[in-house]
């Protein structure tokens, strides 16, 4: 069975700018989180989707916003990037909430 | 104060050896343990997971969870150059991972 896939794997943005990151979870998974890892904060709660609807969400700013899809796809956006935003995001899936949850390699964001 | 922590590390041993990677939680509710491990510029790979007191065995690997105490191991028995890597570990009260920051392991031939 295929693993987490996300695209694209790396990227480099400016200041002001906004992005879109987008994770394909394994067959038959219906939950997708996503994380934002820094070096100084570690691996970071973003939200949480299931079944097209944002369940949870962690202690970031509006500007973090995300979707999922009928088929448990999911994206992620992030607008008026900021120099802080330098980090990387990861999403994982698990057939629930709340169950083992199996990650992607990530997306590593750059903002200049 | 961090709902869990994780000695950082940098933490080197020789090949051969037992390394022991620990972690504390303030938590109570806290029900679901993991341990994961995550190569350089990789997603973190689920290792161990548990969901009692006690041990749970695979492998070179031994996860050791306390609930009274708050308190989470990973021993990894003969270690490996391949298991140079940072060691997350990882706490579930529902829907979100409350992960520590990693240890750094480093083994050398």
């Known amino acids: 069975k295929a693993g987490v896939t996300q695209t694209p794997r790396y990227l480099i943005k400016t200041r002001g700018q906004q992005v879109t990151l987008s994770c394909s979870p394994i067959?038959?998974?219906?939950?997708v989180s996503w994380y934002q890892q820094t070096p100084g904060q570690g691996l970071q709660f973003l939200f949480e989707?299931?079944?097209?609807?944002?369940?949870n969400k962690g202690n970031f700013p509006g500007r973090f916003s995300g979707r999922q899809f009928s088929n448990s796809r999911s994206e992620m956006n992030v607008s008026t990037l900021e120099l802080g935003d330098s980090a990387l995001y990861l999403c994982?899936?698990?057939?629930?909430?709340?169950?083992?949850?199996?990650f992607g390699p990530g997306t590593r964001l750059l903002v200049l | 104060q961090k709902e869990v922590e994780q000695d950082p590390g940098p933490l080197s041993v020789p090949e051969g050896a037992i390394v022991s990677l620990n972690c504390t939680y303030s938590?109570?509710?806290?029900?679901?343990f993991m341990w994961y491990r995550q190569y350089s510029r990789k997603g973190p790979e689920l290792l161990m997971y548990?969901?009692?007191?006690g041990n749970k065995e695979d492998g070179r690997f031994t996860a050791q969870v306390d609930k009274s105490s708050k308190y989470i191991s990973l021993f990894i028995r003969d270690s490996q150059p391949s298991d140079s890597a940072t060691y997350l570990c990882?706490?579930?009260?529902?829907?979100?991972?409350?992960f520590g920051k990693g240890t750094s392991l480093l083994v050398t031939p």
């Open positions: 067959s038959g998974h219906r939950s």
């Open positions: 938590n109570s509710a806290f029900q679901y």
């Open positions: 994982a899936s698990s057939l629930e909430a709340g169950e083992t949850q199996y």
């Open positions: 990882a706490m579930n009260s529902g829907y979100a991972l409350n």
């Open positions: 548990t969901y009692s007191s």
């Open positions: 989707y299931f079944s097209e609807t944002q369940r």
